[in-house]
């Protein structure tokens, strides 16, 4: 690990050969990234599910790289001494050359140490050209948000055997590639388990049981912010949701009766400045009643 504490990218393949745990949270704004790192977690993800739960749409798929860029921007002012993954959004990286530049602008302008996309064998070229410019890439298995539509909804993957032998040939597929890391997410524990056994790469999950180097979770999701739906997976350690409702209740009630704001909630001016204030005032009053 580097000498300020904050992990580096040749510390993830490290980790994953010792065996040490890790932890790592998606969140897309300063002030839940600076939350974060006070509390020590390893890793922030600047994840597209941003766009369901800071943007309100019904899945990833609409946020671009502009907006990604920008969350990144605010996730580094948050945290600035724990290393960040940000996800290539949704048609970011169709191409090897919209990849490798999409992949770049999110370094050199979002200020991540490492970008993440979707999708194995399939993607091996894709991957291959982000790593050969210098990008330090990851890519994911199992549950793919990208593909909500193909998949049907976003549903747990590996079911039967043919389909965890797929995951895992595209896990190797991903590191063959070039790649850093792989992202497993929503499958049953022992297809999560057979991927990280298969590749040497930094593994992290999501809904994969104790699978990987490193737990995953959606920071919204673990702190009860977000209550649109709760993914099996998802632990809340928090209600912030109810307790936010709550509190803009209250505040709403002690408006509409009166109570708010109060002497201690207000400014006032010094008793001789107000004197001479409602002095001012009234000498005007005096003349603007002459002048009518």
């Known amino acids: 690990m580097s000498t300020s504490g904050k992990l580096t990218i040749p510390d993830l393949r490290a980790k994953k ?40 749409h019904e899945n990833t798929l609409s946020i671009t790289v502009d907006q990604m860029i920008d969350h990144c921007r605010a996730v580094r002012r948050g945290a600035p001494n724990t290393l960040t993954i940000a996800s290539m959004p949704y048609g970011s990286y169709a191409t090897q050359d919209l990849a490798v530049t999409n992949a770049v602008r999110m370094i050199k302008e979002g200020g991540v140490e490492a970008v993440k996309m979707q999708g194995g064998r399939e993607m091996f070229d894709i991957i291959k050209a982000i790593a050969d410019a210098g990008v330090p890439v990851m890519s994911h298995v199992g549950l793919l948000p990208h593909r909500v539509h193909m ?29 850093i890391g792989v992202e497993i997410e929503a499958m049953p524990y022992e297809v ?8 040497d790469i930094f593994t ?38 109810e307790v936010a409702t709550q509190a803009f209740a209250d505040f709403a009630a002690d408006v509409r009766k009166g109570s708010f704001p109060d002497e201690e909630h207000s400014y006032t001016m010094a008793p001789e400045e107000a004197a001479k204030l409602a002095q001012a005032l009234a000498g005007a009053a005096e003349q603007e009643d002459r002048r009518a």
């Open 151 to 179: 998949l049907g909804g976003f549903k747990m993957q590996g079911r039967t055997a043919e389909a965890a032998l797929e995951i895992i040939s595209n896990a190797r597929a991903i590191q063959e590639a070039g790649a």
């Open 192 to 199: 999560g388990k057979a991927v990280d056994d298969a590749v």
């Open 204 to 241: 992290f999950s999501i809904g994969a049981g104790s699978a990987g180097t490193c737990q995953l979770l959606n920071g919204y999701d673990l702190l009860g912010a977000f209550d649109t739906f709760k993914p099996k997976f998802a632990k809340r350690y928090a209600n912030m949701a």
């Open 17 to 56: 050969a010792t065996g040490e745990r890790l932890v790592m949270v998606a969140v897309g704004e300063a002030m839940s990234a600076a939350w974060a790192e006070r509390a020590g977690v390893d890793i922030i993800g600047i994840g597209d599910s941003l766009g369901m739960t800071l943007h309100g």
